[in-house]
């Protein structure tokens, strides 16, 4: 006789059965913290604090607790529902970008944008996935003193992270008929093109990435690995702004704030209840624009180098829109679709891309009737682009008085410039290839629209101006440099700052120079690698 | 001593003048303003009204024209959902345009009354000037300008529909993050979706390119208001 029941029952059953679903649900809503809940100041203690909930941070956040490390992840941002996203590409982006989305460089004008949200960039970026080439690691290597940042090295973390999100290649179903006319044109000229790479399931073409994608089908960070993290045992607390990194000595002890009012800047009107939250580490995944101003503002932290705020980078993008002699239907299709590597050795990346008609209606010349028939051929164009390693053009990121927003100095380099019109030909040489009509190359200072290839070479000569050109930065890179040379960079391999034994920084600031493609995956195979390490070292 | 006092009111005179002078330039005159704007004043509603009809003048090519647009509302919006410095240099956009005449004057009689009492014709003039401007930097005022008002002139839903552009019907997916996060402003507890209201995208299929298009777009969606539970002053903008 026995009383087990499991011998009576059959075959025997798990000493613990698996959770149910509704319970880890309701486990991990309550280990997260939105606006509405905080009702003072508050303190927490962790193993490690995680600040900036973008593609680096979301990843960071998940593999420590994975490894089963007590994790916070705070974010500045509110996460976004789907009924919370806003179709209006303009207020959209006032909703989800740093000063409104309105933020510009100084010295060469160039919008750049950056999200404040759960997930960071990822929520309102088109998912493009791509591995930098050999030559970007190799120019790493050699030039920055980096011993196991190469494809060998990272490849692993990259098909970690490509598993998990399901990266694959844009299917034909949904390319629709302006991506698809991209891969025709690059067959025409023998140039070679591949869909682009992207994190998402089940995309059903709306083309509309930028805006937040209501199908969920993209999985960006707040609806994959925010959610694994909490699964994980992650604490994500949302609407909190770090002022400050606390540290005794060379180890930094935590970080402290304020909660701030959804959508107010972060500015002093928005702010509330102060917080604090001690840690045994510290991961800044702030962003390239942030995190050196909250090194700086703590107490210049982590700048022994001097390093810290410098060397910015872009991708300076340039788009030019091509009219169709017949629909084009451009609504229908993946944001961005179609790639074409072939021009990386020159210095360029070319790429379809779409956006909320009014945003891209913009750079349009002109005004009344003119103008009102240039929206009327929206649904005939096309509009493809180029990114840009602009490895010449520097600038830095400075923390302004009583300003919470910092200024973003850079400076267009003419050797970059020169690559830039060599883009803008490119591309132009394509839609004539395609077929298109005319194009609308958008740059001041020549023609407003061009309608044969042989008057297209303005495009690459000196009549094109870096004043006159309507560009956009929003790949950003090295203001807290990698660096095998502790007197030459802000962190090391692992991520960790030179000057600290508990401070880490994993976000594209920690790039030794732009990697000549999309950002996205290599940012998080290295927070992957930093994060492993990081467990090991707890 | 009466040289004083004569000086004095003459000093006191002019003071007046000049300030009821710019009283009517900056103040005086303009038509009430719709109801429910936030931050424009009814000077800046009046600019926003005289740009947009020369702008986007009625054509053939769009059904709604710049003056039924009701951009005002649309700035208005816009501008109360940005940070306070943002807003002020947007604010300080429009003011700087609609007194421009007095530095680049329309041609005729009256070319330098404020934009918003110019005849149509002299506001092309002067928004010519300023497009057409040898300094980079002042054609870059135009295209500031043509930004703030196209934006919400193209994306007027019926503007969008009739060019196809609008954006598709979509039932809204139920992700991880539905199930975990309330509505912005709201709390934990007003979340409604469970484990079975989860949706699949990929089961769904790639849209029809030419299938159903949304008929209001995003204003009305945003007009439904805040959820139930939120705290609609501080988290809605």
């Known amino acids: 006789m026995t009383n087990d029941p499991t011998r009576a029952a059959g075959p025997p059953r798990p000493a613990m059965p698996p959770p149910l679903e509704a319970d880890w649900l309701r486990a991990a809503r309550e280990r997260v913290r939105v606006f509405a809940q905080y009702d003072g100041p508050f303190e927490e203690r962790a193993d490690v604090v995680v600040v900036g909930s973008g593609p680096c941070g ?20 509110p996460p976004f529902t789907v009924r919370d996203l806003e179709l209006d590409g303009n207020l959209s982006m006032t909703r989800t970008m740093r000063e409104g989305g309105l933020r510009t460089t100084r010295g060469t004008i160039m919008p750049t944008m950056q999200a404040v949200a759960l997930g960071g960039g990822s929520l309102v970026n088109s998912a493009i996935c791509v591995r930098p080439p050999d030559a970007v690691f190799e120019r790493w290597a050699s030039g920055f003193d980096l011993e196991r940042t190469d494809r060998a090295h990272l490849d692993p973390h990259f098909d970690a992270i490509g598993e998990f999100l399901g990266i694959a290649p844009t299917p034909d179903a949904v390319q629709g008929r302006r991506n698809l006319l991209f891969r025709d044109a690059c067959r025409a000229l023998g140039v070679s093109s591949e869909p682009i790479e992207r994190n998402v399931r089940g995309c059903r073409g709306s083309g509309e990435c930028f805006t937040g994608c209501r199908s969920r089908a993209k999985q960006s960070m707040d609806v994959s690995y925010v ?17 400050t990194i606390h540290h005794t000595g060379r180890r930094a002890t935590g970080v402290s704030g304020h909660v701030v009012v959804p959508f107010s800047g972060g500015g002093r009107s928005g702010r509330t209840h102060r917080f604090r939250i001690d840690a045994k580490a510290v991961v800044l995944a702030a962003g390239c624009t942030a995190t050196p101003v909250l090194l700086r503002e703590s107490g210049n932290l982590a700048n022994l180098s001097g390093q810290v705020g410098r060397n910015l980078q872009f991708h300076p993008g340039v788009a030019i829109a091509g009219v169709f002699p017949e629909a084009v239907d451009p609504q229908f299709g993946a944001t961005q679709g179609y790639q074409s590597l072939a021009f990386l050795h020159e210095g360029f990346k070319l790429e379809t891309l779409w956006a909320p008609p009014p945003l891209l209606s913009m750079r349009f010349p002109g005004m009344g009737a003119e103008l009102q028939a240039r929206y009327a051929e929206l649904p005939r164009m096309a509009v493809w682009d180029a990114i840009v390693s602009a490895n010449r053009s520097l600038g830095e990121v400075r923390s302004r008085p009583f300003l919470t927003q910092p200024e973003l100095h850079w400076r267009l380099h003419p050797a970059d410039l020169a690559i830039l019109r060599r883009a803008l030909f490119v591309i132009a040489e394509l839609f004539f290839a395609a077929g298109a009509t005319r194009i609308l190359p958008g740059v001041g200072g020549i023609a407003e629209q061009i309608d044969r290839l042989e008057d297209a070479r303005v495009l690459d000569s000196e009549a094109v101006r870096a004043e006159n050109l309507v560009m956009g930065g929003n790949h950003v890179f090295c203001t807290t440099r990698m660096h095998g040379d502790p ?28 990697p000549s493609v999309n950002p996205m995956w290599t940012g998080m195979a290295l927070a992957r690698r930093q994060a492993l390490a990081l467990a090991e070292r707890l | 001593m009466l040289g004083s006092v004569f000086t004095g009111l003459l000093i006191i005179g002019a003071a007046i003048v000049l300030a009821v002078a710019s009283h009517r330039r900056f103040f005086a005159g303009h038509p009430a303003p719709p109801s429910g704007l936030a931050v424009l004043h009814r000077g800046e509603v009046a600019f926003l009204q005289a740009a947009a009809e020369v702008l986007f003048p009625e054509s053939a090519s769009l059904p709604v024209v710049g003056v039924d647009a009701q951009l005002p509302l649309y700035v208005d919006r816009h501008l109360a959902a940005l940070p306070r410095t943002q807003r002020f240099l947007i604010r300080a956009l429009l003011l700087l345009f609609e007194h421009l005449s007095l530095v ?20 092309v003039d002067v928004l010519e000037q300023v497009a057409g401007h040898r300094d980079d930097r002042v054609r870059l005022l135009f295209t500031a300008l043509r930004a703030l008002v196209a934006l919400g002139y193209l994306g007027h839903p019926e503007n969008l529909r009739a060019l ?19 509505r912005i402003g709201a709390l934990p507890m007003s979340i409604r979706f469970t484990e079975a209201d989860r949706t699949d995208p990929a089961a769904l299929g790639p849209l029809d390119p030419h299938g159903p298009r949304l008929r209001a ?15 609609a002053r501080r988290a809605t903008p």
């Open chain 2, 217 to 231: 777009g995003s204003r009305a969606d945003r007009l439904a208001g805040p959820p139930a539970g939120s705290d």
């Open chain 1, 58 to 77: 979301a990843v960071a956040a998940y593999e420590l607790a994975r490894a089963g490390k007590d994790v916070i992840l705070v974010e500045e941002g």
């Open chain 2, 164 to 182: 196809s552009l609008a954006p598709f019907e979509i039932e809204p997916g139920v992700s991880d993050a539905e199930l975990l996060f309330p």
């Open chain 1, 487 to 514: 007197t030459r960079g802000v962190v090391d391999e692992d991520g960790r700052c030179h000057d600290f034994e508990n401070l880490y920084i994993a976000d594209t600031g920690i790039f030794p120079q732009c």
């Open chain 1, 227 to 243: 959610p694994a993290a909490l699964r994980a045992g992650a604490r994500v607390l949302t609407s909190l702004k770090v002022l």
């Open chain 2, 104 to 123: 680049l004057p329309a041609g005729g009689p009256g070319g330098r009354d404020r934009f918003s009492s110019l005849s149509a014709a002299a506001r």
